[in-house]
């Protein structure tokens, strides 16, 4: 639970289907944080550049404070709401969780973004993804979580690997989600399966 003298009125600008944003909402639904969502029209940004100086989402408003990027964002609310904890407690363990998110957002995600920008050598790309796999199925070795209890690597990787099991809905039309589908084909026996879904059963904020 959150004390109510925490309680500060959050908004986060949001467009459809944003896998970025996800990593919000699980974060907020996990914290129990009360988050006041802003549609935006995914074709003008004009709201999100004029609260953050820069067009992507999410973006996170809270009294005069504006967080954009959402590493940053997660870290914030670990930072403002610190119950239950994304991070463990243990600085070494610690240092792991934040050295993997940053490899994910660093260099895996540079994998789909370049393919579906057409950029570099596809083929490559394709085989370094589907080796990628192999990563997050062997965290998954005897534990229901990518580091033991649920936390910051979960929620920042979920709302991309979710493709490989969840798929695409009809009206999800963006080019990007796409790739994930076609570069991250699960084995059956995956232990990606059944991490998609619990996570995927978790609340969102
Ligand atoms: N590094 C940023 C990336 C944000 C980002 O790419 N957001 C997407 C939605 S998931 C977006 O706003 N895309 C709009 C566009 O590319 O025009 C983050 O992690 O928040």
Not at 5 to 21: A, D, G, K, M, Y
Not at 111 to 127: F, I, R, T, V, Y
Request: net charge negative; hydrophobic share 45%; with cysteine.
């Amino acid at each position: 639970m959150v004390p109510t003298e925490r309680l500060v009125l959050i908004r986060c600008f949001c467009v459809p289907f944003s896998t970025n944003v996800e990593r919000i909402a699980l974060a907020a639904g996990y914290k129990g944080i009360p988050i006041e969502w802003v549609d935006v029209e995914p074709d003008d940004r004009s709201r999100v550049v004029a609260a953050s100086g820069q067009p992507l989402v999410p973006v996170l408003v809270a009294d005069d404070e504006v967080v954009a990027d959402s590493p940053r964002v997660l870290l914030w609310l670990e930072e403002r709401f610190p119950e239950p904890p994304l991070l463990p407690a243990d600085r070494a363990r610690r240092a792991e969780v934040l050295g993997f998110v940053d490899w994910f957002n660093r260099d895996w995600k540079r994998l789909p973004n370049a393919l579906n920008d057409g950029e570099g050598d596809a083929a490559e790309h394709a085989a370094e993804m589907r080796r990628a796999v192999t990563v997050f199925e062997e965290r998954l070795s005897g534990q229901d979580y990518l580091f033991g209890e649920f936390g910051l690597a979960d929620v920042t990787v979920f709302p991309f690997l979710k493709y490989a099991a969840l798929g695409r809905r009809d009206d999800d039309t963006d080019p990007f989600h796409a790739v994930l589908v076609e570069h991250m084909q699960l084995a059956a026996g995956s232990p990606l399966h059944a991490w998609i879904a619990r996570v995927d059963a978790r609340p969102r904020g």
